[in-house]
Nanobody
Framework: VQLQASGGGVVQAGGSLRLSCVVSGRTYSSYSMGWFRQAPGKEREFVAALDWYTNIPYYGDVSKGRFTISSGDARNTVNLQMNSLKSEDTAVYYC??????????????????WGQGTLVTVSS
């Protein structure tokens, strides 16, 4: 299973970015997917997740009200629309996937597969 994240870049504070993550080479029929981020010198933190079975999104405190997670048409893609970006959103963003049913989608240890990360830099 491979995860390819894209869409990172440099944006001014208040701007928007859209991240995408594509799952390939999968051997399972379903994956719940999530986004985490890690800023320099900080621990990895939960951003958002999408439950494949219920299509219910989950958001961390860092993203509520500003970010939206959604699945693509092919269901092997997850997108993260980030609006009203702040300088503190600067981080490497990682997508992750877990096959089968999983309830603890806010916990990074629940995920079996990780992408390589995409850097988001928000300039003030």
């Amino acid at each position: 299973v491979q995860l390819q994240a894209s869409g990172g870049g440099v944006v001014q504070a208040g701007g928007s970015l859209r991240l995408s993550c594509v799952v390939s080479g999968r051997t399972y029929s379903s994956y719940s997917m999530g986004w985490f981020r890690q800023a320099p010198g900080k621990e990895r933190e939960f951003v958002a997740a999408l439950d494949w079975y219920t299509n219910i999104p989950y958001y961390g405190d860092v993203s509520k009200g500003r970010f939206t997670i959604s699945s693509g048409d092919a269901r092997n893609t997850v997108n993260l629309q980030m609006n009203s970006l702040k300088s503190e959103d600067t981080a490497v963003y990682y997508c992750a996937a877990v096959p089968g049913y999983q309830t603890a989608l806010t916990d990074a240890t629940s995920y079996a597969h990780w992408g390589q990360g995409t850097l988001v830099t928000v300039s003030s």
